[in-house]
């Protein structure tokens, strides 16, 4: 569902990504753990068309991302081809990034709306349903400020799975919560991933929950995978030395 062939990603002379290569199988819980600095968000913003690679190519779903086919070959993507191909991905924020201006109804509407051309009343149906699924159907004319932390990266959830994403990007979703908020958002991404087809890429500090959720962790420092496995061997026994004083450094501080 994603493939990153030898991407290469520069902000001036920092090289962030390099030669980076990897897939995610659809339906695939991955797992991105490293040291700060390492790539992880890039990683994701590369994906959501955020970020533009230097080299290499990026595919989602088989088809190209970072480029488009013209006549034989490739050539890196324009804006119309980006368009087109992030409406499979979706992500969600530490921040949440509500839109301030809008209802909880409005902000999971707008983008089926106006990206996907649904009628008003078929998107409205479609959020109601996912508002309920996220327990916030009865806040759906509130504003997203007299929601808790909580219940607005939830909303942000919604929205995310309104635009129906084939690979939805998590980054950090709970290090802005309260610590008694973590616990239900984390429930509901857990049990999304369990009741949905979606491939997930999701950065996290909550071990606990990596090692439960995800199918693969992949351990990145400087802007390479340094390895990667199933969550039991990773997080038991890792195989380099800079897994393993992360992991320390990471467990230790909680
Ligand atoms: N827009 C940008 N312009 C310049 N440099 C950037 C930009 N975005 C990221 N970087 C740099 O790229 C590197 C990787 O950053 P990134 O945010 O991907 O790391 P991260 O692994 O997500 O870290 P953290 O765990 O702190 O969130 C850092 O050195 C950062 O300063
Ligand atoms: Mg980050």
């Known amino acids: 569902m994603v493939r990153f062939e030898n991407v290469i990603k520069r902000f001036g002379d920092n090289e962030v990504c390099r030669e980076l290569s990897f897939t995610v199988a659809p339906g695939e819980f991955v797992t991105l753990i490293g040291p700060s600095g390492s790539g992880k968000t890039t990683i994701l913003r590369l994906l959501m068309t955020l970020e533009r690679v230097t080299s290499g190519l990026i595919e989602v779903g088989g088809e190209p991302l970072s480029h488009m086919p013209r006549g034989k070959g490739l050539v890196p993507a324009d804006e119309k ?121 999701c950065v996290t500090h909550e071990m606990g929950f990596a090692r439960e959720v995800s199918d693969r962790v992949m351990m990145f420092d400087a802007g390479r995978v340094v390895e990667e496995g199933t969550p039991d061997v990773l997080f038991t026994d890792p195989g380099h030395e800079r897994t393993r004083a992360f992991l320390h450094a990471v467990l230790d501080r909680r």
């Open 81 to 201: 081809h980006l368009r087109k191909v992030r409406k499979r991905i979706g992500m969600v924020f530490q921040q949440f990034n509500l839109f301030p201006n809008m209802d909880v109804l409005r902000n999971v509407t707008e983008a089926p709306v106006h990206v996907l051309g649904e009628s008003r009343d078929a998107a409205e149906a479609h959020a109601m349903a996912l508002l309920e699924m996220v327990g916030l159907a009865d806040r759906a004319r509130e504003h997203p400020t007299r929601l808790s932390g909580g219940q607005q990266q939830r909303v942000a959830i919604a929205r995310a799975l309104a635009m129906r994403p084939d690979v939805l990007l998590l980054d950090e979703v709970t290090s802005a919560l309260d610590p008694e908020l973590v616990a239900g958002v984390l429930a509901l991404l857990r049990k999304i991933a369990s009741t949905t087809d979606i491939t997930f890429l």
